[in-house]
């Protein structure tokens, strides 16, 4: 085999990868539920960023399972009635119904807002052109629209505002 026949069978081979990559990907968003979550912007001030903000993830936690005194812990992220809901305690635990479950870490927010915060930020890559959402702090909270990936980390599909009681998907 000559320097160009390996040549395109190392392309081939990447782009057999990459077509993988991006076809587990779609199957998973086509079969995974969604859900709207509310974020903050979160600047970890890294000097080599990209085009990518990274956004804290903003979760009700299911109060059944939290005493005041708790500040941190860690648990899972359920689809309930289609809102991302933070569960602290077993990971473990499974049911019968169509339950989504995702080993997470979250923290108290401020004690105004009942919400947890997950503490590993999301990130959420941008075009180009794409102004930074983050910096239009007028605007209200926002929103993303995530895959909720068992097992994985949470996958950002799009990005919205609350407007009139609906998350209207910004362009």
């Known amino acids: ?3 160009l026949q390996r040549g395109i069978v190392l392309a081939v081979a990447q782009v057999a990868l990459l077509l993988a990559v991006g076809a587990k990907y779609y199957i998973d968003r086509a079969r995974l539920p969604r859900a709207w979550v509310e974020t903050a912007g979160y600047d970890p001030d ?11 993830v903003l979760l009700p936690v299911d109060a059944r399972k939290v005493s005041a005194e708790d500040t941190a812990g860690c648990g899972r992220i359920e689809l309930r009635s ?22 997470a870490c ?3 927010g401020d ?29 209200g909270p926002l929103w993303a629209e995530v895959t909720l990936a068992p097992g994985g980390t ?3 599909i799009r990005l919205g505002r609350m407007i009139d009681g609906r998350i209207a998907p910004l362009s």
């Open 46 to 56: 890294l000097p080599i960023r990209g085009r990518y903000i990274q956004l804290q």
């Open 111 to 139: 004690e105004a807002e009942p919400k947890w915060r997950l503490m590993q930020p999301m990130a959420v890559f941008l075009s180009e052109h794409a102004r930074d959402p983050t910096l239009d702090r007028d605007a």
């Open 1 to 3: 085999m000559n320097t």
């Open 82 to 103: 289609g809102v991302a809901t933070a569960v602290l305690g077993s990971v473990m635990q499974t049911t019968g119904d169509r339950l989504y479950q995702r080993q």
């Open 154 to 156: 949470l996958r950002p």
């Open 106 to 108: 979250f923290m108290r």
